[in-house]
């Protein structure tokens, strides 16, 4: 059982930036994804288990960063040059499996509100 503790939402102009985190009881592959409000929930950013790989949806690349610090068993996102259609829940997950199986655990969500 993975226990996951996002924070670090909050309301921010367009053009700003936003970091998140993720407290983990265990030491999983984690990933980001987030889900607007009339939107099915998708797939934001990525990072092994060990750090040293990372992917991310296209709609991010160049302005969101995944990264993981181990000691902490925490998992961040900092997200610059934010955007209105980046605004909804963003949730934290773990994936206990090899890559390609399920994430099986979630945190309960952190909402981001980016104002034009």
């Known amino acids: 059982q993975v226990h996951l503790v996002e924070s670090g939402g909050g309301l921010v102009q367009a053009g700003g930036s936003l970091r998140l985190s993720c407290a983990a009881s265990?030491?999983?592959?984690m990933g980001w994804f987030r889900q607007a409000p009339g939107k099915e929930r998708e797939f934001v950013a990525a990072?092994?288990?060990?750090?040293?790989?990372?992917s991310y949806a296209d709609s991010v690349k160049g302005r969101f960063t995944i990264s993981r610090d181990n000691a902490k068993n925490t998992v961040y996102l900092q997200m610059n040059s934010l955007k209105p259609e980046d605004t909804a829940v963003y949730y934290c997950a773990a994936r206990s499996g090899v890559v390609g199986t399920p994430y099986d655990y979630w945190g309960q969500g952190t909402q981001v509100t980016v104002s034009s």
């Open positions: 265990g030491r999983t592959a």
């Open positions: 990072i092994s288990w060990s750090g040293g790989s990372t």
